[in-house]
């Protein structure tokens, strides 16, 4: 009767080890699966207002976003306006966008970007303005940036800081959906 144990669990050991490959393959599928799908969920959005004054603090993916689009539409095309923002970078050696405002066939329509010490401004992804040293560095600085058929004129906490008699943005680019605190390619 032995020998017929001995063979019946042979034959189980068998069965067992002809699984142990599938039951690896099926394991390993597992594990690749769940650690390179796991990373593609949304990122929480990390914009808190401050505590002790009016504002706004924006972390590594911090943003506000309108929820309706902007329309200069009722405006004239010639017509001259004002954008005004406070703007505190972390640190002067960061990269990003401020504001911009983004459409659908344009994501860049207009965009304020900090590059370091550097202001620039872009309208449909070209760079139409570039100014060094404009961030200081410590503190918080009064952005205004008007424009009419005269030019365009750059402020910094009231002081003007650039004239531009041959940049006119036009009203069109206040078109489009407002995004605060980071790039729109990151929403598309």
């Known amino acids: 009767m032995e020998p017929v144990i001995a ?25 690749i699966l769940s650690l390179g799908l796991w990373p593609f969920h949304r990122v929480g959005n990390s914009a808190t207002w401050l505590e002790s004054r009016n504002g706004v603090r924006f972390g590594g993916h911090g943003s506000l976003i309108s929820l309706t ?19 505190q970078p ?5 990269k990003g ?31 139409r303005f570039h100014l060094d040293d404009f961030f200081p560095r410590k503190g918080p600085v009064f952005i205004t940036i008007t424009s009419s058929q005269q030019g365009t004129a750059v402020y910094a906490n009231g002081r003007l800081v650039k004239t531009l008699p041959q940049l ?8 489009g959906q407002l995004v605060i605190g980071d790039s729109p390619c990151r929403f598309r």
């Open 7 to 31: 063979a019946g669990s042979r034959r189980l050991r068998m069965k067992l080890w002809d699984g142990l490959p599938t039951l690896i393959c099926t394991a390993v599928l597992c594990i």
């Open 69 to 87: 689009n902007f329309s200069a539409g009722n405006l004239p095309p010639q017509s001259s306006f004002a954008i005004e923002i406070w703007a």
């Open 90 to 94: 972390k640190c002067v050696w960061y």
């Open 97 to 127: 966008t401020l504001f911009a405002f983004t459409t659908k066939e344009d994501l860049f329509h207009l965009a304020l970007y900090q590059d370091q010490t550097s202001l620039k401004l872009f309208t449909s992804r070209t760079e």
């Open 168 to 175: 006119h943005v036009p009203t069109e680019a206040l078109d």
